[in-house]
């Protein structure tokens, strides 16, 4: 499958199965997000893998947007490590722990797992209940796993605007 066929086919995926996702799997969707480019290659993603039940409990405390999934990564970056832009100061983490995100996004999928973007959540009872310091800043979660059978894409998932529109 190629890039462009892997970007259409992927969606945000809102019921999974209990079936655990293999720890192979884990490995290949974190290489996915060690080889991801970051500004100047600083790489201040941090990643939580949670499979624990009384890790998925506190996703469940931190956001509604975990869907069943028995895994969740809790994607991060380090403030002290992310690149800064020097006109204004601005950092590159937030954009950093996207890129990453993404790649997960599209491993998983490769790999025949479901996942979903959340950005639904409470990061500060996140930064409380995973005891994060002060320099790990919560960008999303992410939670993975086999669809279930009746998965499907949300209603609006095909509607994209014409590239024309994309254009400034």
């Known amino acids: 499958m190629g890039f462009l066929q892997l970007a259409t086919a992927r969606y945000s995926v809102r019921a999974y199965s209990r079936q655990p996702v293999e720890k192979e799997w884990v490995d290949v969707i974190l290489e996915a997000a060690r ?15 949670i499979t624990t039940p009384d890790e998925l409990a506190k996703v469940d405390e931190c956001t509604p947007c975990r869907f069943g999934a028995p895994l969740v990564f809790l994607i991060c970056y380090d403030m002290d490590v992310c690149w800064k832009r020097s006109f204004d100061g601005a950092n590159s983490g937030d954009v950093d722990a996207s890129i990453i995100t993404t790649h997960m996004m599209m491993q998983a999928h490769e790999l025949g797992l479901g996942s979903c973007w959340v950005m639904y959540f409470d990061p500060a009872k996140t930064r409380e209940l995973f005891n994060l310091p002060e320099h790990i800043i919560p960008v999303a979660y992410l939670p993975v796993g086999y669809p279930v059978a009746d998965a499907k894409p949300a209603d609006g998932h095909t509607k994209s605007v014409g590239i024309k529109e994309m254009l400034l």
């Not at 080889?35 to 893998?49: D, F, K, L, S």
């Open 35 to 49: 080889v991801a480019p970051t500004a100047c290659n600083r790489q201040p993603q941090r990643i939580m893998v």
